[in-house]
Nanobody
Framework: QVQLVESGGGLVQPGGSLRLSCVAS????????MNWYRQAPGKERELVAT???????DYAESVKGRFTISRDSAKNTVFLQMNSLKPEDTASYYC?????????WGQGTQVTVSS
Protein backbone atom coordinates (compact mmCIF):
# COMPACT_ATOMS: atom_id res chain seq x y z
CA GLN A 1 0.00 0.00 0.00
CA VAL A 2 1.42 3.34 -1.07
CA GLN A 3 1.63 5.98 1.62
CA LEU A 4 3.01 9.48 1.76
CA VAL A 5 2.80 10.96 5.24
CA GLU A 6 3.62 14.63 5.70
CA SER A 7 4.48 16.31 8.98
CA GLY A 8 6.05 19.50 10.25
CA GLY A 9 3.42 22.07 9.43
CA GLY A 10 2.13 24.62 11.90
CA LEU A 11 1.79 28.26 12.79
CA VAL A 12 4.86 30.45 12.43
CA GLN A 13 5.51 34.17 12.48
CA PRO A 14 6.67 36.00 9.36
CA GLY A 15 10.41 35.53 8.93
CA GLY A 16 10.35 32.21 10.72
CA SER A 17 11.23 28.73 9.55
CA LEU A 18 9.61 25.33 9.27
CA ARG A 19 10.83 21.98 8.05
CA LEU A 20 8.33 19.69 6.39
CA SER A 21 8.93 15.96 6.13
CA CYS A 22 7.29 13.33 3.97
CA VAL A 23 7.84 9.66 4.71
CA ALA A 24 7.12 7.34 1.79
CA SER A 25 6.29 3.66 1.74
CA UNK A 26 4.88 1.06 -0.61
CA UNK A 27 6.92 1.96 -3.70
CA UNK A 28 10.54 2.21 -4.82
CA UNK A 29 11.30 5.64 -3.43
CA UNK A 30 14.73 6.00 -5.03
CA UNK A 31 13.47 6.03 -8.61
CA UNK A 32 10.69 8.57 -8.11
CA UNK A 33 10.93 12.30 -8.47
CA MET A 34 9.63 13.86 -5.28
CA ASN A 35 7.74 17.11 -5.23
CA TRP A 36 6.15 19.56 -2.85
CA TYR A 37 2.99 21.35 -3.92
CA ARG A 38 0.89 23.86 -2.05
CA GLN A 39 -2.65 25.09 -2.28
CA ALA A 40 -4.00 28.20 -0.66
CA PRO A 41 -7.76 28.75 -0.18
CA GLY A 42 -9.38 29.78 -3.45
CA LYS A 43 -6.23 29.14 -5.46
CA GLU A 44 -4.99 26.35 -7.67
CA ARG A 45 -2.46 23.85 -6.44
CA GLU A 46 1.04 24.95 -7.44
CA LEU A 47 4.39 23.20 -7.64
CA VAL A 48 6.77 24.59 -5.05
CA ALA A 49 9.86 22.39 -5.34
CA THR A 50 11.00 19.22 -7.03
CA UNK A 51 13.92 16.85 -6.62
CA UNK A 52 14.74 14.17 -9.16
CA UNK A 53 15.88 10.64 -8.43
CA UNK A 54 19.39 11.91 -9.18
CA UNK A 55 19.09 14.80 -6.74
CA UNK A 56 18.67 17.71 -9.12
CA UNK A 57 16.32 20.36 -7.80
CA ASP A 58 14.08 23.11 -9.08
CA TYR A 59 11.91 25.70 -7.38
CA ALA A 60 9.05 28.05 -8.03
CA GLU A 61 10.28 31.60 -8.48
CA SER A 62 8.34 32.71 -5.43
CA VAL A 63 10.37 30.46 -3.09
CA LYS A 64 13.82 30.46 -4.67
CA GLY A 65 16.50 31.32 -2.14
CA ARG A 66 14.14 30.64 0.77
CA PHE A 67 13.11 26.99 0.43
CA THR A 68 15.32 23.93 0.06
CA ILE A 69 14.15 20.47 -0.96
CA SER A 70 16.21 17.40 -0.10
CA ARG A 71 15.77 13.66 0.07
CA ASP A 72 17.14 10.80 2.14
CA SER A 73 16.74 7.57 0.23
CA ALA A 74 17.94 5.52 3.21
CA LYS A 75 14.93 6.80 5.15
CA ASN A 76 12.51 7.11 2.21
CA THR A 77 11.96 10.70 3.23
CA VAL A 78 11.80 14.02 1.43
CA PHE A 79 12.17 17.33 3.24
CA LEU A 80 11.26 20.92 2.57
CA GLN A 81 13.20 23.46 4.60
CA MET A 82 11.33 26.74 4.55
CA ASN A 83 13.07 29.90 5.73
CA SER A 84 12.11 33.56 5.73
CA LEU A 85 8.46 32.59 5.60
CA LYS A 86 5.93 35.13 4.39
CA PRO A 87 2.17 35.36 4.94
CA GLU A 88 1.70 34.47 1.27
CA ASP A 89 3.33 31.09 1.97
CA THR A 90 0.24 30.14 3.97
CA ALA A 91 -1.25 27.04 2.36
CA SER A 92 -1.73 23.32 2.65
CA TYR A 93 1.48 21.63 1.53
CA TYR A 94 1.33 18.29 -0.26
CA CYS A 95 3.99 15.72 -0.91
CA UNK A 96 3.91 14.10 -4.35
CA UNK A 97 5.78 11.16 -5.86
CA UNK A 98 5.94 10.71 -9.61
CA UNK A 99 7.48 8.14 -11.95
CA UNK A 100 6.22 7.46 -15.46
CA UNK A 101 2.44 6.99 -15.14
CA UNK A 102 2.57 6.55 -11.37
CA UNK A 103 1.58 9.59 -9.35
CA UNK A 104 0.95 9.54 -5.59
CA TRP A 105 -0.16 12.20 -3.11
CA GLY A 106 0.02 12.71 0.60
CA GLN A 107 -2.83 14.07 2.69
CA GLY A 108 -1.24 17.47 3.20
CA THR A 109 0.01 19.52 6.12
CA GLN A 110 -1.10 23.05 6.93
CA VAL A 111 1.39 25.90 7.09
CA THR A 112 0.14 29.23 8.45
CA VAL A 113 2.39 32.27 8.49
CA SER A 114 0.91 34.99 10.66
CA SER A 115 1.79 37.38 13.44
Amino acid sequence: QVQLVESGGGLVQPGGSLRLSCVASGFTFSIYSMNWYRQAPGKERELVATISSFGSTDYAESVKGRFTISRDSAKNTVFLQMNSLKPEDTASYYCNARWRVFNYWGQGTQVTVSS
